[in-house]
């Protein structure tokens, strides 16, 4: 299976990825459940590895072998980058990130995407923020490598197509007009502000606090153009994690 970020490979042998493993056997596997599910025997029973990008460490790997309702896998992928210097600026774009990994790569339409994962009972959804990009995932532990090749035509290959793109900005237009007269959205937003004010975080920080009204306007002004420029800068497996629970082991993810 293949798992990769943008130009970062995950999984690719071309980087010269290296893997350590430490700690359970896939025979854990079929023992899963003869355990007490308490922090020392989770860490004792997980595998783990880390792999190497562009010669450097990078992505950790955690799996912790166990049986699951209908051999069914859960996991989750967390990249990481940047810095308040580096995303000056870049806060609303980020937040648009996560939903357009699913509308469409050089090989799939978003409607074969879908179908896709429906072929494999599985799910993929995406979140991000600044510097962050959170992935959630469901699969048939039989179905590991399929789903895991998508995980990486995803993140490598998203073509942020813009009709998808325009929809997300007047979605997102339209959910902050509506916060505009919801008096626990607007009593949060004035709290956040006068904790994280201006003068400690000016425009353009990551950390900044902006109103509804200029949230809109940084949402109006976004671009496809500028979305895309945002992954390729960023996009990378040099830090991070992806863990995986259930009937799977750690071989299972490697090449």
Request: hydrophobic residues 40%; without cysteine.
């Amino acid at each position: 299976s293949q798992l990769v970020s943008s130009d970062s490979t995950l999984a690719s042998q071309k980087t010269g990825r290296q893997t350590t493993t430490v700690s359970a056997s896939a025979t854990d596997v079929g023992k899963a459940d003869n355990f007490e599910l308490t922090p020392a025997q989770v860490l004792q029973r997980t595998q783990r590895g880390q792999l190497t990008v562009a010669g450097a460490p990078g992505l950790q790997l955690a799996v912790l072998p166990r049986s699951s309702k209908d051999n069914r896998v859960v996991g989750t992928l967390r990249l990481r980058w940047g810095t308040a210097e580096s995303l000056n600026g870049a806060a609303v774009l980020a937040s648009m990130l996560g939903s357009q990994l699913l509308e469409g790569t050089d090989k799939s339409a978003a409607a074969v995407i879908k179908e896709r994962l429906q072929a494999l009972d599985a799910s993929i959804s995406f979140t991000s923020s600044t510097g962050f990009l959170n992935g959630n995932l469901e699969f048939p532990a039989s179905n590991t490598t399929a789903v895991l090749s998508l995980l990486d035509e995803l993140l490598r290959l998203s073509t942020f197509e813009q009709p998808a793109f325009e929809r997300l900005q007047r979605s997102m237009v339209v959910v902050l007009e509506g916060s505009k007269s919801a008096p626990a959205a607007l009593a949060s937003n004035a709290l956040d502000r006068a904790y994280r004010p201006k003068d400690l975080y000016p425009e353009g920080d990551p950390r900044e606090v902006r109103t509804f009204d200029q949230t809109q306007a940084q949402i109006r002004t976004a671009t496809t153009g500028a979305l895309k420029a945002y992954w390729k800068r960023f996009a990378s497996a040099k830090t991070g994690e992806l863990v995986l629970l259930g009937p799977v082991d750690l071989a299972s993810v490697q090449p």
